[in-house]
């Protein structure tokens, strides 16, 4: 997107400098680049945010308006077109977006107020997270995969990433994002950078340092195969986790080297790497783990978020009870 011809009023003196290059900027230009730069956001998120900006700027230009002239009627009927076509919990991602938007050009002065302001969002059903047993995680560890994705080297990967995704709570762009030096190995700790560009220290169990202890042997192995070949990057020799090609793991290998274990284990339904991070905070809450201490090692910022964890240990413990206590059930 270009940037805007510098306004005539525009005072360089009395207009801080961070203020000053937002103003010189598109809207959504402006914003996209404050949460690049100021909020440290991923990639990801950025792309997330500007596919919904983009959306919702289109329609407003079919309407003959601005973002920065929008009202909130203008609001009320951009989402109302939502519901036809998107989930609940999507048109309430797209009135995040809008009002993370609109409180930043309040910040920059571009609008007065926020025409989403008061605007209530979709009813959404309440879903527990999708977790795994202490069973069904150890079946995700037993065998290797077949075929190419049987390489030796690769299931001493797979096996030391789920032990570490699992035993840390990671999420896996955290996982991915391993260097060789963020791991204390005598500690038994890992340097975590999280959301927001926030880094954290999580320790890790026994079972995860002995996995690691096999895996980095065997990723010096698969690193001078690379070098061999001469595929080899500068960013896979700091990497942690590398796929077979001897460059870093991304996020989606991880999600289909899970799906394909998922399948080997007999799994009803397949899950996604998240699922290891919901299963390691709530066993910690079934274990007795304080809601407090779990949310640190999370790295949540707002213990609203690692509560939905403890509706998922009551309703694990229900079933236990349910299912073995002989006063649970009538006859």
Not at 60 to 73: P, Y
Not at 182 to 196: C, H, I, Q, S, T
Request: with cysteine.
């Amino acid at each position: 997107m270009e940037l805007a011809a510098t306004p005539p009023d525009l005072s360089p003196v009395a207009t801080p400098p961070a203020a000053r290059q937002h103003v010189l900027r598109e809207p959504v230009d402006a914003f996209l680049h404050h949460l690049k730069v100021e909020r440290a956001l991923s990639q990801h998120s950025i792309r997330a945010y500007a596919v919904d900006l983009a959306h919702y700027a289109e329609w407003l230009q079919t309407q003959g308006r601005s973002v920065e002239n929008a009202e909130r009627d203008a609001v009320h009927e951009y989402l109302a077109s939502l519901h036809d076509h998107l989930a609940a919990s999507s048109v309430a991602r797209r009135m995040s977006t809008i009002r993370s938007f609109y409180k930043f050009l309040q910040r920059m002065d571009r609008v007065s107020s926020s025409p989403i302001e008061g605007v209530r969002g979709p009813r959404q059903s309440k879903t527990l997270p999708r977790m795994l047993s202490v069973d069904e995680i150890i079946a995700l560890l037993t065998r290797p995969l077949e075929g190419d994705d049987g390489d030796p080297l690769l299931q001493l990967r797979d096996v030391a990433l789920i032990e570490l995704m699992y035993g840390a709570g990671l999420r896996v762009s955290e996982l991915v994002g391993l260097d060789v030096l963020n791991m204390r190995d005598a500690e038994r700790l890992v340097r975590v950078r999280g959301k927001g560009n926030k880094t954290r220290i999580v320790p890790y169990g026994t079972k995860a340092q002995e996995a690691l202890r096999a895996w980095l042997p065997a990723r010096k192995s698969l690193l001078e195969r690379s070098r061999q070949s001469g595929a080899v990057h500068s960013d896979a020799e700091v990497a942690l986790f590398l796929n077979w090609r001897g460059t870093r793991l991304s996020t989606r290998s991880v999600a289909r080297m899970l799906e394909k274990r998922c399948i080997q284990a007999g799994f009803h339904a397949t899950i996604n790497p998240h699922a290891l991070r919901h299963s390691f905070a709530t066993h910690l809450l079934d274990a007795g783990g304080d809601i407090r201490e779990v949310q640190e090692l999370l790295g949540h910022a707002r213990l609203s978020t690692t509560q939905r964890y403890t509706h998922a240990s009551t309703a694990h413990l229900m079933r236990v009870y349910d299912k073995a206590h002989p006063r649970a059930k009538a006859s």
